[in-house]
């Protein structure tokens, strides 16, 4: 019933600008900025004022122009003279959550922690199905951890987006990867959606159990402490990471990097991890330690979110212990797939 509900949902694609380069952070007071160095352009407008790390700060919307710059505000341009309204401003954003599809080590029964490891090939189906089901929700940026598996979902659903566009992984690691990784047609830069990986959004690391059998892990240690090590907020297992360690670093790179894109108007999808995304979910629904280590995210289910007016609206839920299912209904979402359909047809 979720799939045949999600179907049916749409969206809106706002025409704020973008960013590629996470480290900047600015403040504007009733101002506009304009940075200007030898090749490269930032303007920077205020934006609403909205909660950021327990602090009032305005977020501005940032857009760089340039002509020897990366995947640049690719989104923001019209596709044509006539873009059928598909980039109106809106006061509300979508925000996808994905946990990755099943990787080779899930198949394994294996810990797999912040050991990269690639899909199995159930996990690309799992990638691709989801995929079909946010096809009709607009994506204007892409966040992934820094680990194939999660990549590789994002980019498997991207090949599904009725919008046709191209995910672009952002190399911003050294100048010499941001020079080589240029695009120098503005056609093609209007086709394109910007990838940010980010190691903040990996996996806990599960310390010593990496590449333990969790059966066998199990049978050594007993249930109890396993479990334990697997399901407690704060108990991290031996040289690794709790989970609220790992929210400690997910929630906080949300808050400063992701958050302001989606005040800002920009929809956003974010392909992770099982404890990366908990750590979110928990951020954005308010729940308490207690209440998170209930929480299971299957892998490549996607979750919906409405990012409006500085609350989020959760649109899409588990619905079990073990299932997540999307329900997105707002009126500009309806919009969004009608004008989907008009491309179309």
Not at 210 to 223: F, M
């Amino acid at each position: 019933m979720a799939a045949t509900t999600f179907h049916q949902a749409s969206g809106t694609l706002p025409s704020h600008g973008y960013f590629n380069k996470s480290s900047l952070h600015h403040k504007a007071n009733n101002a506009s900025i304009r940075l200007i160095t030898n090749a490269f352009r930032v303007d920077i407008g205020l934006s609403r004022s909205g909660i950021y790390y327990s602090k009032k700060r305005n977020f501005g919307v940032i857009e760089a122009t340039s002509s020897h710059t990366t995947v640049v505000n690719p989104v923001s341009t019209p596709l044509s003279k006539n873009n059928n309204g598909l980039n109106k401003k809106s006061n509300e954003a979508a925000l996808i959550l994905i946990r990755h599809g099943e990787s080779l080590w899930n198949e394994k029964n294996l810990f797999t922690g912040c050991v990269d490891v690639p899909l199995s090939k159930k996990g690309v189906e799992e990638a691709i199905a989801a995929g079909k089901r946010i096809s009709n929700i607009p994506v204007d940026l892409i966040y992934t951890s820094a680990l194939i598996r999660a990549q590789m979902t994002a980019m498997l659903a991207m090949t599904e987006h009725r919008r046709k566009k191209v995910p672009i992984i952002m190399h911003n690691e050294s100048e010499q990867a941001k020079a080589w990784s240029q695009i120098f047609s503005e056609e093609t830069k209007k086709q394109c959606i910007p990838v940010v990986t980010a190691w903040q959004l990996n996996e806990r690391m599960y310390g010593e159990l990496q590449g333990l059998n969790k059966q066998e892990t199990a049978d050594r240690y007993g249930k109890e402490q396993v479990h334990v090590w697997r399901r407690s907020y704060d108990t991290p297992p031996p040289n690794g990471e709790s989970l609220e360690m790992c929210a400690e670093r997910a929630v906080a790179y949300f808050k400063e990097q992701i958050e302001p894109q989606l005040l800002s108007g920009k929809n956003v999808m974010i392909a992770a991890h099982g404890n990366s995304l908990r750590s979110i979910i928990m951020y954005l629904d308010k729940l308490t330690s207690e209440e998170v280590i209930s929480l299971e995210l299957s892998t490549g289910i996607p979750m919906l979110y409405i990012s409006k007016e500085g609350e989020f609206i959760r649109r899409g839920s588990p619905a079990a212990p073990t299932e997540a299912g999307v329900y997105a209904y707002t009126k500009n979402l309806a919009k969004y797939r009608q004008k989907l359909d008009e491309m179309v047809n």
